[in-house]
């Protein structure tokens, strides 16, 4: 894998931005984009204006995935709410042992990718990275982090891994994690991804789902009694459901959640409530909605964020502000 192609489907400002890194570390990238993004990555490249030093790239850049071809590896960062018409467009990508590394928020990606392209295939993690799309073909990012934390998912790869002992990550993700670390991106190969995926998942779904509906971000949300009640108990809520799921989170997974709220800059806007001020579509499916769904499934009671989740539903198709 010394010398792996790369493609990403999801060009936007994360898919975008470790796309750019690559492509500056010398690996050959191609992306999938479209409209004004496209033409503009096409004349003048693919800029990130970046406190770490500012780059422009000028990967393969196409609307079409027939016309990009197989990879090595396909990093998939589209928002959940377009995987109807972004996931048949991995077929193309795919070569005899193309690995598919999804970085989408939630838990169900993995699976939601499998079905496609078949489970062996597909690595998943969460990413930690501020970055955004400042313009057609230009990406900023904010502060420094540039981390991915990703691994097997055991529960959805195929019997030969399944059987593999689980207390180390895999050869293959140990040597994606050396290829990422070479351009420079914060690599950190995991054994098992359920479990940092659910990490996140336990902070951002009742982030995203009480700072949307409250419409105000973390300080705000963070000072006022209420709201804090509210996502506190959120917190708890999606915990439950990840212990009901056999997911091994910290024990404390709720302290360092509470802890990083208390370090967020008062500022802080999630995703969702980013896009919602915005008119754009939510992605509410796959984070409140999926808890609410798990919860149930499970037998976990989840009123908070059923609550939270009817409160959103009329915006999640975008247009309403």
Do not use: C
Not at 147 to 171: H, K, M, N, Q, Y
Not at 183 to 200: S, T, Y
């Amino acid at each position: 894998m010394s010398d792996a192609t790369f493609a990403v489907v999801g060009a936007g400002a994360v898919g975008g931005y470790y796309a750019a890194r690559l492509a500056h570390a010398g690996f050959d990238v191609a992306l999938l984009a479209r409209g004004a993004h496209l033409e503009a990555i096409r004349s003048r490249g693919l800029w990130v204006w970046s406190p770490l030093g500012d780059l422009v790239v000028h990967p393969r850049v196409s609307a079409d995935a027939a016309g990009i071809g197989p990879a090595d590896v396909v990093l998939y960062a589209v928002k959940t709410y377009d995987n109807a018409t972004a996931l048949p467009l991995l077929g193309p990508l795919l070569g005899p042992d193309t690995l598919v590394v999804t970085l989408q928020n939630g838990v169900s990606s993995a699976a939601d990718v499998g079905t496609v392209v078949g489970v062996d295939r597909v690595l998943a993690g969460p990413t930690y990275i501020a970055t955004a799309l400042k313009a057609p073909g230009l990406i900023q990012q904010t502060g420094t982090h540039r981390r991915i934390v990703f691994g097997e998912i055991p529960d959805t790869v195929g019997p030969a891994l399944r059987a593999r002992p689980s207390a180390e990550p895999s050869p293959r993700v140990l040597a994606l994690a050396e290829l990422l670390r070479r351009a420079d991106i914060q690599a950190e190969p995991v054994a098992d991804a359920r479990v940092p995926l659910w990490e996140k998942f336990v902070y951002l779904a009742p982030f995203a789902a009480v700072t949307g509906a409250a419409r105000q971000p973390a300080g705000v949300v963070w000072s006022t009694p209420a709201l804090r009640a509210t996502l506190d108990a959120a917190f708890a809520e999606t915990e439950a459901v990840a212990r009901a799921e056999g997911i091994a989170v910290a024990p404390d997974v709720l302290d360092r959640v509470r802890g990083y709220m208390d370090a967020l800059p008062a500022g802080t806007r999630s995703s969702l409530l980013i896009d919602l001020q915005a008119g754009k579509r939510i992605e509410l499916d796959a984070l409140a909605g999926d808890v609410v769904r798990r919860g149930a499934a499970l037998g976990v009671p989840t009123p908070v964020m059923a609550t939270l989740a009817s409160t959103l539903t009329p915006y999640i198709g975008g247009s309403s502000r």
